[in-house]
């Protein structure tokens, strides 16, 4: 089938190459000429595991085109992918500008009746919006002859396993109520749809609500724990013994209930928040929501609370190495990630970073340049050098067991303040660490 995709970010970049992969023809449409450039010279302008050999194979065999020409793009399609970011807006709302542009686009080119597929987290109602946008455009063209649907097809994939989440959906939820279109979707997907029927058929509102659901759901399962952990801290009991003995509770479950220092992301923060303004807008109190992103905003300045009591609220040239950049493992995204806040405290209390991440020194460079105060390392151990204390704000595979002799002998003294959890608290201490971590209360030596 000819696709075409807007949008070549973390969804649309790796959704074109998985259905080139399988024998589509995919043209992925980007503004970002730069972008788009790099992208045929087979850079790839983020870091996800598998997705580099998977764009330069399909590139190469010409079934996966980069164009800046929307036109062109548009003619090739038969199905169009609106695949383009939606950030918040100053209130908090998801931004549809880019969507609505792309919506334009399409109806300014199209020649034929054509499928929109709406991959991007939009607020219930906003096919809605595409519809009524297409329809203008064409009425201006004086083609109302042609004919097109717009379709709710959220994307569940996760940073860092994006392209095996595309390659083996748990779900393929298309909304809409248009015979055609699912005979349609079902052709395109039927790939990824061999070992069992994944594809869930609904209404496009209540698609478009899935995804926000989905998001909303796993946010509030660490929110919770994060709050258990508080708790936990505080009355003298580990969360890493009450992690274990709810987990296993099948109705419970062990994903998603780890404690931390808080989501970031592209996805959960501005997703609960839009949500929330969702709610708003219909006079609802979004209660549960707002606890949620309160809880995870104030989750993000923990490991510095506890830092400034280590140091009696003396930071004032003291200096941290800090591991884990990247708001998860196995991605280069940094957007609402923990370490942000956490370095930004530090600098305002006067303390200087060492910084290190097995993907994110790039983007940590775009982002504070050379800024007073920060040292980008090239690898963990450097960053250890004459520093005050470890932080741990990622958890990286490759953090997972490091020397810990030659932690401490690189460190002024032998602290860490640990946001993951990663290691034993006895253990810790045994190997003569003052050690914090979270929820734990028998956590300092
Ligand atoms: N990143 C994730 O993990 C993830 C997962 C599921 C869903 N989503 C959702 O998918 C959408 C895209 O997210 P992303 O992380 O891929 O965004 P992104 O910011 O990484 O990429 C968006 C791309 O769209 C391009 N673009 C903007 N306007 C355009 C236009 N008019 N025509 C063509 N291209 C245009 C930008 O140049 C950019 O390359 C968002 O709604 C997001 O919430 C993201």
Redesign the pocket.
Same mark, same amino acid.
């Given at each position: 089938m000819n696709v075409t995709v807007?949008?070549? &970010?973390?969804?649309?970049?790796?959704q074109g190459a998985i259905l080139a992969d399988v024998g589509h023809h995919v043209v992925c +449409? @980007?503004? @970002?000429a730069s972008?788009v450039e790099r992208l045929i010279q087979g850079q790839i302008?983020?870091y996800e595991p598998g997705l580099e050999p998977l764009v330069r194979e399909n590139h190469a065999a010409g079934r996966l085109e980069f164009t800046?020409d929307?036109e062109a793009?548009v003619k090739h399609g038969q199905v169009q992918f609106i695949?383009? &970011? *939606?950030?918040p807006d100053e209130d908090g709302s $998801?931004d549809l500008k880019? +969507?609505l $542009?792309?919506a334009q686009?399409i109806a300014e080119h199209m020649q034929c009746d054509q499928i929109i597929i709406d %991959?991007? *987290? +939009?607020p219930v109602g906003t096919a809605d919006k595409v519809k009524a946008k297409v329809a203008e455009v064409l009425a201006k063209r004086g083609r109302t002859d042609l004919g097109f649907d717009v379709v709710s097809n959220? =994307?569940?994939? %996760? =940073?860092g396993s $994006?392209v095996a989440d595309c390659q083996k959906p748990d779900r393929i939820i298309i909304g809409t109520q248009d015979a055609a279109t699912i005979e349609v979707m079902r052709e395109l997907y039927a790939p990824f749809n061999r070992n069992h029927d994944k594809i869930i058929v609904m209404d496009v509102r209540s698609a478009e609500l899935t %995804?926000y659901a989905a998001?909303c759901m796993l946010a509030t399962k660490i929110s919770f724990m994060n709050e258990m952990a508080n708790l936990a801290e505080r009355l003298g009991a580990d969360i890493e013994a009450v992690r274990q003995g709810i987990g296993s509770d099948p109705r419970i479950g062990y994903h998603f209930i780890y404690p931390g220092v808080g989501y970031g &992301?592209?996805?959960f923060p %501005? @997703?609960v928040q839009a949500l929330i303004r969702t709610a708003g807008d219909i006079d609802f109190d979004a209660k549960v929501l707002k606890a949620v992103e309160a809880r995870n905003q104030e989750q993000k300045t923990t490991l510095f609370a506890k830092i400034l009591r280590h140091f009696d609220g003396q930071l004032d040239g003291k200096t941290f190495a800090v591991w884990g950049l990247a708001f998860k493992p196995n991605t280069d995204?940094m957007r609402e990630a923990p370490s942000r806040v956490l370095m930004e405290a530090l600098w305002q209390a006067g303390a200087k970073v060492q910084a290190y991440d097995p993907e994110a020194m790039e983007e940590t460079q775009r982002i504070y340049g050379s800024r007073d105060g920060l040292t980008l390392c090239g690898t963990k151990e450097a960053a250890l050098k004459g520093a005050d204390a470890l932080v741990i704000v990622t958890e990286w595979q490759s953090f997972r067991a490091p020397d810990f002799d030659l932690i401490k002998s690189q460190l002024s003294q032998a602290t860490l303040f640990d946001g993951r959890n990663m290691f034993q608290p006895a253990r810790m201490r045994n190997k003569g660490f003052t050690y914090y971590s979270v929820g734990r209360h028998i956590t300092s030596a």
């Open positions: 807007f949008g070549t &970010g973390y969804v649309g970049l790796v +449409v @980007d503004v @970002d972008k302008p983020i800046t929307a793009g695949a383009v &970011g *939606t950030p $998801a880019y +969507v $542009a792309v686009t %991959k991007s *987290t +939009v959220p =994307e569940f994939l %996760k =940073e $994006a %995804k998001n &992301g592209s996805c %501005k @997703d995204d």
